[in-house]
Nanobody, 115 residues
Framework: QVQLVESGGGLVQPGGSLRLSCTAPGSIFRDYAMGWYRQAPGKQRELAAVITRVGSTTYADSVKGRFTISRDNAKNTIYLQINSLLPEDTAVYYC?????????WGQGTQVIVSS
């Protein structure tokens, strides 16, 4: 079973920052578009940011200017730098890999923004 391994979540105060990481097997990382989705309590899972194999990025309007997605090809890892955290950023953040109709998910990492 393919594993996407996330890390970096936690409890942070409003205005703080976090960096989430997701590592994938090399065969996945090379060929798949990678991204981050999030699911807040009581809400549907939604896109936060996506990065293609060649580094093109897409962001949800709600996170533009505060979230930055990047990839390190040498480490088979993508990152999500989250700045100026808001209480409404509280959610489980899921790593996602997509190739055509094939979609893979990580187990999720919890981010809680609270004072």
């Amino acid at each position: 079973q393919v594993q996407l391994v996330e890390s970096g979540g936690g409890l942070v105060q409003p205005g703080g920052s976090l960096r989430l990481s997701c590592t994938a097997p090399g065969s996945i990382f090379r060929d798949y578009a990678m991204g981050w989705y999030r699911q807040a309590p009581g809400k549907q899972r939604e896109l936060a940011a996506v990065i293609t194999r060649v580094g093109s990025t897409t962001y949800a309007d709600s996170v533009k200017g505060r979230f930055t997605i990047s990839r390190d090809n040498a480490k088979n890892t993508i990152y999500l730098q989250i700045n100026s955290l808001l209480p409404e950023d509280t959610a489980v953040y899921y790593c996602n890999a997509r190739f055509g109709v094939v979609v893979l998910w990580g187990q999720g990492t919890q981010v809680i923004v609270s004072s």
